[in-house]
């Protein structure tokens, strides 16, 4: 028994073969990140640092002084050393006097040297550790309060969607939710916030299917709902996302003001929102060692796998993100609970036996990270107007889910794809979910797939054709010699989507780091 | 409640609902009032059952949701009839083809391959229904456009922007536009459409703009004017049925070229 892993009795030696490959794969990803940096990185450094507010027209200033820099100096030294050196000269006395001074265009900055370097360099890292303790205090604050107010009384833990567009309508929504029963809001974004390159500011009320997230929103729900895990003596998690253009900056919004998941996948920008892969990975990077330090669980994005593809035939494409999302989430410094790794019931239930191949996947997913919480994404893709024959799928998707031990789980409608849920739809969901917990929520200690049986079977294909997928990407070349999974992701190794190295969105906010290249942040947050 | 007279099946315009007998008119409804749940909850159900033409009401489920919410399950027989004769939907107005019949129309009529470029618009991910008509998998049985040999299809996935899909469609001389729109929060499939055929009219003098289609489980088959596209395809819409319409507007005739519209 001693060489086989998990209730499916995987073969060790095959987990170990899946893995390695999994950090071949992501390893030279990892230098090209350490090789670059982004506007947003720096901007996300400048947030560290204590810059916030917007001009007149709405542009946060650590925007407008990263573009001040950049176009003095270029991005390739970070704009640390620049902007402290402009501080030092005394070209303003603090660092919002200098952002309104230098959009002003009455700065000029240039790059110390020496001495000059060497205490410009010391004075922005002070600035930076001040604000990463807040992230710590923010950090300790959480667990004071889980300690105080108690947890969420059982997993998985019950995560709901709240989406108006207006922060002050979601606030009630989500408090709601709340006490119906979610352990977990995540308030959805506007549509196509992925893709601005600025996060708006303050509290907003127009969003368009879905709410900007911005920090003062990030900052108002998270009060609203400090006040209703008192009152329900649970403390209720929310979630948000970092991803999209701004990944780096929305992952320090979320540490500062204390949120406790945020979405956040290594590859999904570049395949779904078509970002510039080496933008994608260098924020991710940042994003994720900043999650590391606040105590936040990372929500990954492979249930998007299956909204494109067969969830069959791409069954092995899930497993192999779940490996180098882990991947890449430890190298940042994310620890196991921190792994919220993304799985979805996405087979069409017109296919013989789909419910064992959902269970024969789920399974995979537990046995091969069995210390990560996983989260567990209900059917979308074969939902029709059929509301009764969807309340059933997410019956069956919420059966799956006691039995393989799911960490957090995203609640399933039966109005998927026919209205925004009402709140007939929300409490028949959480009916459904409460129903299959309480009558089946402990059947997985009785639950052994058959020895070789038809589940074991189906999960020993999956794992080896991920490792065949990943042996695939790690011999993958292209005539630019970049990283193989770069020119993986350029051929259309995933779905259909080809996506180059040298296009897609925010490639002009990318730039190759040169020897004085200094980001504090970084620093702190590698050394610590 | 008196026996309806009967008609012999199949004659008569004038239908009910059927629960478990011919002329029965049963339906079940269910809805949510914002009251907290009672007796007079119940009858409050009952009522707006009986202005729904309801009569008589079975309030069956009364449950208590949120604070001051009751959900109803309501079964009850309605005395509305439907008349058959004033039914109006968009009946497919062009003859369904055959992929061989389709691309010997295109080659005949253009003397070149018929280019389609399609994709989701907005933020929405959903790609499954472009895919279901693009790609060669197809949907229910049939092949997708790029089955088609006189086609040339671009399908550029999701959450293409609008100026990139104008860009593309000019890039690629389309002569048909397709768009695909499954998320349908606050109307973003219309408002989008709205949005992608207003920027498709400024880009492009009247005569040379590609047809435009929209396609998605939740579109009216009837919107299309309202929205500024040409057509509207809603669910169960098959690859042929959307080839036959190209060919009927694009390649029906020996000099077909772009639309004029």
Redesign the interface.
């Known amino acids: 028994m001693s060489k086989s892993v998990g209730r499916l009795e995987l073969d060790r030696d095959q987990v170990r073969q899946a893995r390695r490959l999994a950090r071949q794969v992501g390893k030279p990803i990892v230098k090209v990140a350490k090789q670059h940096t982004t506007v947003s990185v720096e901007r996300a450094t400048l947030r560290l640092a204590g810059l916030a507010g917007a001009d007149v027209d709405g542009i946060p200033w650590v925007n407008r002084l990263v573009d001040c820099v950049r176009g003095d100096v270029g991005l390739e030294h970070g704009v640390s050393l620049p902007v402290w050196d402009a501080l030092r000269r005394g070209e303003a006395a603090t660092l919002d006097e200098l952002a309104q001074k230098a959009a002003a265009g009455s700065v000029r900055f240039e790059m110390p040297e020496g001495r000059e370097a060497t205490r410009a360099r010391s004075e922005a890292r002070r600035a930076v550790h001040s604000g990463l303790k807040k992230v710590d205090a923010r950090r300790r604050e959480r667990e004071r309060m889980i300690a105080r107010v108690g947890d969420a009384p059982r997993k998985p833990w019950i995560y709901l969607i709240v989406a108006t567009g207006d922060i002050y309508e979601d606030i009630p929504q989500a408090q709601a939710a709340a006490r119906e029963g979610a352990d977990v809001i995540a308030v959805i974004r506007s549509t196509g916030q992925s893709l601005l390159d600025y996060v708006p500011e303050g509290a907003t009320r127009e969003g368009f299917a879905g709410t900007y997230a911005t920090q003062e929103n990030f900052r108002l729900m998270r009060a609203a709902l400090d006040e209703t895990s008192k009152e329900l003596g649970r403390y209720v998690r929310l979630t948000n996302y970092a991803s999209g253009l701004c990944m780096p900056e929305m992952a320090v919004m979320a540490g500062l003001e204390r949120l406790d998941m945020m979405l956040n996948d290594s590859m999904y920008g570049i395949l779904f929102r078509d970002i510039n892969p080496i933008r994608t990975f260098v924020d991710q990077r940042f994003s994720r060692q900043v999650h590391a330090r606040a105590g936040i669980i990372i929500n990954t994005g492979e249930d998007n796998y299956l909204t494109t593809a067969d969830a069959v035939e791409a069954a092995h494409t899930v497993t192999t993100s779940q490996l180098l999302n882990e991947y890449f989430a430890k190298e940042a410094g994310l620890e196991d609970w921190q792994l919220g790794l993304g799985h979805a019931f996405e087979i069409d239930p017109d296919v013989p036996d789909s419910f064992r191949l959902e269970l024969a996947h789920a399974m995979l997913a537990r046995d091969l990270f069995p210390d990560a919480p996983l989260k567990w994404m209900p059917p979308t893709r074969h939902m029709t107007g059929d509301v009764f024959r969807g309340y059933l799928l997410d019956g069956f998707f919420n059966l799956v889910g006691a039995l393989t031990g799911q960490g957090i789980l995203l609640v399933g409608m039966m109005t998927e794809a026919v209205v925004t849920p009402w709140i007939s739809d929300r409490d028949l969901a959480l009916q459904n979910v409460r129903y299959v917990m309480n009558a089946a929520g402990n059947l997985h200690e009785d639950f052994r797939p058959a020895k070789d049986g038809f589940i074991e079977r189906r999960a020993r294909q999956v794992l080896t054709e991920t490792i065949e997928l990943l042996e695939d990407i790690a011999l993958d070349t292209d005539d630019a010699g970049h990283a193989p999974l770069l020119a993986a992701i350029a051929d259309g190794t995933f779905g259909l989507m080809k996506r180059p190295a040298d296009a897609g969105k925010g490639l002009d906010g990318v730039a190759r780091t040169s020897s004085a290249y200094y980001n504090p942040a970084t620093e702190i947050l590698e050394g610590d | 409640m008196a026996e309806q007279p009967r008609e012999p099946r199949g004659t008569s315009h004038l239908v009910r609902p059927y629960g478990d007998t011919t002329g029965d008119g049963m339906v079940q409804v ?3 009032l914002p009251i907290p749940h009672s007796k007079a909850a119940e009858g409050a159900a009952a009522q707006l059952a009986h202005k729904m033409g309801i009569e008589p009401a079975m309030v069956v489920h009364a ?1 208590p ?3 001051g ?1 009751t ?1 109803f399950v309501v079964y009850g027989r309605v005395n509305h009839l439907v008349d058959l004769s004033q039914v109006e939907v968009v009946e497919r107005d062009y003859p369904l083809l055959t992929p061989k019949e389709v691309n010997a129309a295109v080659r005949r009529s253009l003397r070149r391959r018929l280019v389609v470029v399609g994709g989701c618009i ?2 929405d ?4 229904g472009i ?1 279901a008509i693009l ?1 060669i998998k197809g949907f229910a049985g049939e092949k997708g456009l790029e089955y088609y040999r006189e086609l040339k299809v671009v ?1 550029l ?3 293409v ?1 609008v100026p990139d899909l104008v860009a593309r469609a000019q890039a690629e001389k389309a002569d048909a536009v397709l768009v695909s729109q ?5 109307d ?1 499939h219309l ?1 989008n459409t709205r949005e992608m055929a207003a920027a498709f009219r400024e880009a492009y003098p009247a005569e040379r703009r590609p047809l435009l289609i929209v396609g998605g ?2 579109f009216d088959e009837t919107m299309a004017g309202e929205l500024g596209v040409d057509r509207v395809f809603s ?1 169960g819409t098959t690859p042929a049925e959307v080839a036959s319409y190209l060919v009927h507007r694009l390649a029906s005739g020996p000099d077909a070229g772009r639309m004029a519209s």
Do not use: I, W
């Open positions: 269910s809805f949510t449950k949701m949120g604070e919410f959900f907005g933020t991910a959903h790609t499954v895919d790609n399908n996935g999701a959450q922007s499954v998320v349908t929060q606050r973003a408002l489980p939740r669910r």
